[in-house]
């Protein structure tokens, strides 16, 4: 019966629900602990919007931040697919591949963080090469095992009609690839994010990573909540306003 009834609601009424759950436990924990250990949810908000409508903060911690977001998701999402798509068409390349990768998706992020900032300094050069590096394997393992996947009677029958190389990539890889790249690009995004803020707060001046250390230090526990509510707003949002409809585009070209 009730497994009848709420066949009936539309998905988002869970989402609904579920965050005001959420928020519920949430604001439970604030009133039985200090305001320095749990921000209440009201408090939050307010900083939050104060922060958004702080110009300097705009400029020093939020933009560098998406900057560097950007250019780590090019440079990692194209090089792991550059490298998947050689690996799945060279088995050597793969076997030889193979080593770097477990050591990439084995190794504790901190770890990389403290390498890099050894190699590279302080500063955004530090930050893109450890996340768009971390980010790389993810996208690499997903396309190399696709490109090894895609039908082999397709490719004896492009074989069979000779076609070129090109017209092999774009018509049969190509709609092989396009939703396990997509689902990865959601997971190194997400993952993107967080190494971001992480490299931030250990080796930059500038970012929302930096700002979250200030406020850590000074006890602004309703700042470091609001910093963390924004990183979350900027997966939603490239979710939302790239990827949903990336993956709906995909969806109908393959119907």
């Not at 928020?23 to 939050?48: D, H, K």
């Not at 050894?118 to 768009?132: C, D, E, H």
């Amino acid at each position: 019966m009730i497994g009848s009834r709420t066949d009936k609601l539309p998905p988002y009424v869970f989402n609904l629900l579920g965050l005001i759950i959420l928020l519920l436990g949430w604001e439970i924990l604030a009133r039985n602990y200090s305001g320095l250990v749990v921000a209440a949810p009201v408090e939050t908000l307010a900083a939050l919007f104060k922060l958004v409508g702080n110009k300097t903060f705009l400029i020093m911690h939020l933009v560098p931040t998406l900057k560097r977001i950007t250019l780590a998701l090019v440079i990692g999402i194209g090089s792991g697919a550059v490298l998947g798509v050689l690996a799945g068409l060279m088995e050597p390349l793969r076997l030889m591949l193979a080593p770097i990768r477990w050591i990439l998706t084995s190794i504790p992020a901190i770890i990389v963080v403290v390498v890099f900032m050894l190699w590279f300094g302080m500063g955004t050069t530090m930050v893109v090469s450890i996340t768009s590096t971390m980010i790389a394997p993810i996208v690499y393992v997903n396309v190399a095992d696709s490109m090894r996947s895609v039908d082999s009677s397709l490719m004896e029958m492009a074989k069979v009609y000779r076609m070129p190389l090109h017209m092999r990539l774009t018509r049969i890889y190509a709609m092989a690839l396009a939703r396990p790249l997509l689902s990865s690009v959601v997971i190194a995004t997400g993952n993107c994010i967080r190494l971001v803020v992480l490299a931030e707060m250990l080796g930059t001046n500038q970012g929302i990573g930096h700002a979250l250390a200030i406020s850590r230090t000074n006890l602004q526990t309703e700042n470091l909540y609001a910093l963390t509510m924004l990183a979350m707003l900027i997966i939603g949002g490239v979710e939302v306003i790239l990827l949903r409809p990336a993956r709906k585009a995909i969806e109908r070209r393959q119907t």
